[in-house]
């Protein structure tokens, strides 16, 4: 928020790796901080397949699933979801790019 009303000059990646139950807020923040061309790239948004469950009461992901909603929804975005498999579980993360 403060860099938003310090009006800072847009930058070209911006990565989205903190509380999952505001992910929804920091993409409203990056789309004001990006510019056309501009990457938004979200991290942890697999959480081993519970983005898929739809009576989730955990927080993180029904915060998840709304960001999914969001860059699934914005005209000014191209997105795509990208799963990760490893020693740390199922997990992934999204890349949007600002077209617009």
């Known amino acids: 928020m ?3 009303q310090e ?3 847009p930058f070209d990646i911006i990565f989205i790796d903190a509380d999952k ?15 056309t061309g501009s990457l938004i790239i979200a991290d ?26 969001k860059i699934a929804a914005e005209s000014s975005l191209e997105s795509v979801a990208i799963a990760t498999i490893g020693i740390k579980g199922i997990d ?9």
Do not use: C, H, M
């Open 2 to 4: 403060k860099l938003v």
């Open 7 to 9: 009006n800072v000059e």
């Open 21 to 35: 139950a505001n992910n929804p807020l920091y993409l409203d923040y990056s789309l004001q901080l990006a510019k």
């Open 44 to 69: 942890n948004i697999i959480r081993e397949g519970e983005i898929l469950n739809e009576n989730s009461s955990d927080e993180r992901v029904i915060g998840i699933q709304q960001y999914l909603e």
């Open 92 to 100: 992934g993360f999204s890349l949007s790019i600002v077209t617009k």
